[in-house]
């Protein structure tokens, strides 16, 4: 794939995703007038407790589809495997763990943890399609996928609240929306004469998960790290507040992430092929500085639209009873700007294989900031300790990108 052809498939991603978007951002202000702070509050602990687990359930292991040449049936096989074994598991622990867990998160029960286990089953399916549709190119159909996800997910939300479904009735319909996603792909697969074969060799199995070991060594820990990273504050909210806090900081978090992910996961998701292609090539290094410095720009942008008009628009469009989300949408904008533009940098840590570099970074920058709020959650207020996490987590999205860039740099000159 050329430097034009990427440029037209990000375009075909960012147009999909984008109107996906839309109808997310479209329903939000019905969706904070039909649930109270505190039902969204815990939804939202729910999505980050799966975004979190999300990464260990396929150990990684989708991303080596594109890098597959023949059969991947033993890839797809192997994916699978890990993501019935570690959904299982994670029930099993929080069923004996149960108490536990309830002391920490009242309204926790057996229900959201069966909810937990089935998502990250259904997650696993997801990308082994969603990486044999990338690995094919097929930008158009991932693109109409995701128009498609978004639609009936916002509205069984509605739906649901309407029916007065509560937290557990977003909880089902983040489940419902997954399972009718696979169904989609699968439907896309058969349209395109396209099989997603597996394997009940273990010996293949085996040889494919030695042969592609760097994913859950380096990528799979360092995802994981990240997200915990990421997700950090939420916990200590809910420990520490309560679930109305987390309600208006995760709608704060979604409102920044929207942008971020519209673009970003396209980004990402055409640059990894063509990174793979180039490795050895400057076009790689071209295209890294001018994705990254246009990202960093585009994030510098939706920070000072937040600025400008944030506290007005949040209040017109979600109700007074939201206005909190301004205060901590502006806090999180900073490292949200560094996090955008870092995006490219995370498709050429696989494409260059430095896993085990972005693992170390992970591991640094998760320590640093778990002993940064471990320090300030009895010293400073809330507002105080957020504002100081965000500008650490922009401070190191910013040097390991800078690192990143020149090792490849080394790299593609020598």
Do not use: H
Not at 75 to 82: A, D, M, V, Y
Not at 189 to 209: G, H, M, N, P, S
Not at 352 to 357: A, E, L, S
């Amino acid at each position: 794939m050329k430097i034009a052809s990427a440029r037209s498939s990000f375009i075909t991603m960012f147009s999909g995703t984008l109107v996906a978007q839309i109808i997310a951002i479209a329903v939000l202000p019905l969706l904070t007038r039909l649930y109270t702070p505190e039902q969204i509050g815990v939804q939202n602990l729910f999505i980050t407790t799966i975004n979190i687990l999300m990464p260990l359930a396929t150990l990684s292991y989708p991303m080596a589809i594109v890098l597959v040449k023949d059969k991947q049936d033993g890839i797809n096989s192997t994916i699978l495997l890990s993501t019935v074994i570690v959904s299982i598991l994670s029930f099993l622990l929080t069923l004996v763990f149960l108490d536990e867990i309830q002391m920490a998160f009242t309204y926790w029960s057996i229900c959201l943890s069966l909810s937990v286990s089935i998502c990250m089953l259904l997650y696993g399916i997801n990308k082994i399609n969603e990486y044999t549709f990338l690995k094919l190119e097929e930008f158009k159909v991932i693109s109409r996928i995701a128009i498609e996800n978004s639609l009936y997910l916002n509205v069984l939300k509605v739906a649901m609240g309407l029916l007065g479904g509560g937290y557990l009735g977003l909880i089902v319909s983040t489940v419902i929306a997954m399972l009718i996603k696979i169904l989609r792909q699968s439907y896309y697969l058969k349209k395109k004469f396209i099989r997603v074969q597996y394997t009940k060799d273990i010996a293949e199995v085996k040889k494919v998960a030695r042969e592609y070991q760097s994913f859950p060594k380096y990528r799979c820990p360092q995802s994981l790290i990240n997200t915990l990273s990421i997700s950090i504050p939420v916990y200590y909210i809910a420990i520490y507040y309560d679930a109305d806090l987390v309600g208006y900081y995760t709608l704060a978090l979604t409102l920044l992430t929207l942008p971020v992910n519209l673009i970003g996961n396209n980004v990402t998701s055409v640059l990894y092929p063509i990174l793979v292609r180039y490795k050895k090539s400057k076009n790689a290094l071209v295209l890294l500085r001018k994705y990254c410095l246009s990202l960093m720009f585009v994030g510098f942008f939706i920070t000072f639209v937040i600025y400008a008009f944030g506290d007005v628009a949040i209040v017109y469009f979600f109700g007074k009873e939201w206005s909190m989300v301004y205060t901590f949408a502006l806090l999180l904008s900073i490292q949200s700007i560094f996090q955008l533009s870092n995006r490219p940098i995370v498709s050429a840590i696989t494409a260059f294989d430095y896993q085990k570099d972005m693992l170390i970074f992970e591991m640094g920058s998760f320590f640093i900031k778990f002993v940064a709020l471990l320090v300030l959650i009895n010293l400073l207020e809330l507002e105080d300790v957020i504002r100081i996490y965000s500008i650490l987590g922009a401070t190191l999205y910013l040097i390991f990108s800078i690192y990143v860039y020149y090792m490849i740099k080394r790299e593609v000159e020598d």
